[in-house]
């Protein structure tokens, strides 16, 4: 009888290896690889989420861009779980204008390096007290709006080369006497933009309209909030006075480096605006899982508008605002460059107090070209001006062979 129970237990034993074998254990197993697919598309799904926060997010890019180092002639950024951002700037031009920040003992300024047909940034430096300023966007325009009042103008109809009856000197900063002065002067729009004439200007803003004006700067990216991007800030006129003044670059109109270099971008990209993006590529575990691709952002402006307003900048450089400046003139050695600008000054009452100086342009290099903005704060003694820094990153450009004429 014992026997025969061992043999049933046996038995019993071996029917149910047979039944877990057909039907339990393949559900086990499917069961396992679920979970396993499941986690496979939970991941999948959180790296589509991080990257359309990555491209979508232009601080989000600048703050891991802070994080990064240099490896192999690019800057990285890795996290713990396999991520890997290569990055668009340069190291080796943006170590060299560090140096030259601190050689030239810039505390306040900045500069910005874009390239305008695919909005990749080349480099991006502050001062090295100050590491944040390319994306701080309550600086003072100055006269660097003039770009948008004058786009504004040529699309309305203006005349570039037609004179308009203005009234007192170049650099007057009152209404008060551009429409009311004994002291008339007939200037056109070249003239008026090379040597950055405030009443010509005032006059425009009178004659365009707080609407039109108004379009064009949000066109050029004023008062937008997307993309994390520190556009510029314009408020509206109080009166016809402040217009005018606003127009002119002196009114209560702030912007970022980052900005400046997009319009000088946009001009020089023949009136199309492509968003900038510090992300080169993204890897996952040694696999890449996102590559750099243009955003255009859509045409502000026409291809015949932006020509003129290239012109404008171009002379500005040759024989303007920034013509006597000592690194400008310096860069007057290099035949083969063609640079181009907007120079603006205005003092500024926010922190920090000081003389906010700005240029803003281009510099083309065979087929190589390049969106530059610089900024700089001073007080009554300084080494270097705001204008001055774009010329000292153009000049530094060159001596690391970033720009070098292929011929």
């Known amino acids: 009888m014992v026997g025969l129970k061992k043999k049933e237990i046996r038995y019993w034993l071996f029917a149910f290896g047979i039944i877990f074998g057909i039907v339990v254990y393949p559900y086990v197993i499917n069961s396992k690889a679920n979970r396993g697919t499941k986690l496979g598309i939970e991941e999948k799904k959180s790296y589509e989420e991080f990257l359309e926060k990555l491209s979508g997010n232009f601080t989000y890019q600048f703050q891991l861009f802070k994080k990064s180092h240099v490896e192999n002639g690019r800057y990285v950024y890795r996290d713990l779980n396999g991520t890997e951002i290569i990055f668009t700037v340069n190291p080796e031009i943006q170590e060299d204008i560090k140096r030259e920040f601190r050689r030239y003992k810039l505390k306040y300024g900045a500069f910005v390096a874009i390239q305008p ?21 309550t600086f ?26 203005t009234r007192g000197h170049d650099d007057s900063c009152s209404p008060e006497v551009w429409f009311k002065s004994d002291y008339i002067i007939p200037r056109n729009m070249f ?7 405030n009443p010509y200007f005032g006059v425009l803003g009178r004659i365009l309209g707080a609407h039109r004006l108004f379009e064009y700067a949000y066109k050029f990216g004023f008062n937008r909030n997307d993309y ?32 400046e270099a997009l319009i000088s971008a946009t001009i020089e990209n023949d009136g199309v605006m492509v968003l900038p993006c510090l992300i080169e590529e993204v890897k996952y575990k040694g696999k890449v899982i ?41 860069l007057k050695r290099y035949s083969y460059l063609t640079i181009g600008g907007k120079t603006g000054t205005l003092s500024q009452f926010n922190y920090p107090e000081g003389r906010c100086e700005w240029f803003t342009g281009f510099v083309e290099d065979g087929d190589r070209k390049l969106a530059v903005s610089s900024l700089a704060v001073n007080e009554a003694k300084y080494y270097i001006t705001g204008y001055e820094v774009s010329a000292l990153g153009i000049l530094t450009m060159i001596h690391n062979n970033f720009l070098l004429a292929r011929r």
């Open 191 to 197: 003239h008026s933009f090379a040597y950055s004439s």
């Open 228 to 259: 994390g991007f520190p556009w510029g800030i314009i408020r509206k006129p109080l009166d016809d006075y402040d217009l005018a003044l606003i127009a002119a670059g002196l009114g209560e109109t702030r912007t970022s480096p980052f900005h």
């Open 117 to 137: 047909t695919t909005g990749k940034v080349v480099a991006a430096v502050s001062s090295i007290d100050y590491p944040d300023l390319t994306m701080k966007n």
């Open 290 to 330: 996102y590559s750099y691709h243009p955003h255009i952002l859509g045409r502000v402006i026409k291809e015949k508008t932006a020509k003129i307003i290239r012109k404008m900048m171009l002379d500005t450089v040759k024989f303007g605002t920034a013509s006597d400046k000592k690194l400008f003139r310096r």
């Open 140 to 165: 003072v325009t100055a006269s660097t709006f003039k770009i948008v009042t004058a786009a504004a103008a040529l699309e309305f109809g203006i005349n570039p080369a037609e004179s308009i009856i």
